[in-house]
């Protein structure tokens, strides 16, 4: 039996600028990391104990605190050291900040990543001046393979507003 995974909203998210972000669901909030720290097993009555040694730990917690950003890079070179807690992806893990600049640097119109949508007008004014001028005569395959914005969020940004290219033109009278 597998666990459904959740899908987090941007609104549901917590933003921290040097967090880790599952850009496939979303998850700002909880990640996992294999480690190995030295330990002590004690023999207690019947029973085993396990105690971890306090200044190692403090020291490897340190080391991967002040580190986040170069263990990313050995998983983005195939030796993935953290994975989301939600989904288990470890190739989707960026840091939340790195991954909200991209989608400012590349104007993005809005989309699932970064959960800040322009305003619907100036999405229909945006997809109103191609369809001008080129009076009416586009369609789907012309936004995804000629739209510079396409690749960047536009078709979610129009699924957020519940808006398709057929009502734009068809309120400018195309």
Not at 27 to 44: R, V
Not at 117 to 133: A, G, P, V
Not at 134 to 146: A, H, R, S
């Amino acid at each position: 039996m597998s666990r459904t995974v959740r899908i987090y909203n941007p609104e549901e998210r917590r933003f921290l600028e040097d967090n880790l972000y599952c850009t496939y669901c979303g998850n700002a909030n909880a990640f996992q990391i294999d480690l190995k720290l030295k330990h002590l097993l004690k023999s207690e009555s019947g029973c085993v104990s396990v105690e971890l040694l306090k200044s190692y730990s403090d020291r490897v917690m340190n080391i991967i605190k002040n580190n986040v950003d170069k263990l990313l890079e050995k998983g983005f070179e195939g030796k993935p050291r953290f994975r989301c807690a939600n989904c288990n992806e470890d190739q989707s893990l960026d840091l939340q900040g790195r991954v909200y600049d991209y989608c400012s640097y590349n104007f993005c119109p809005g989309c699932f990543t970064c959960g800040i949508w322009i305003e619907k007008d100036d999405l229909i004014n945006m997809c109103t001046e191609c369809i001008t001028e080129k009076e009416g005569e586009v369609e789907d395959e012309d936004c995804i393979y000629n739209c510079p914005n396409y690749d960047n969020g536009l078709s979610e940004a129009m699924d957020h507003y519940s808006l398709s290219l057929q009502e734009i033109k068809k309120n400018l009278g195309y």
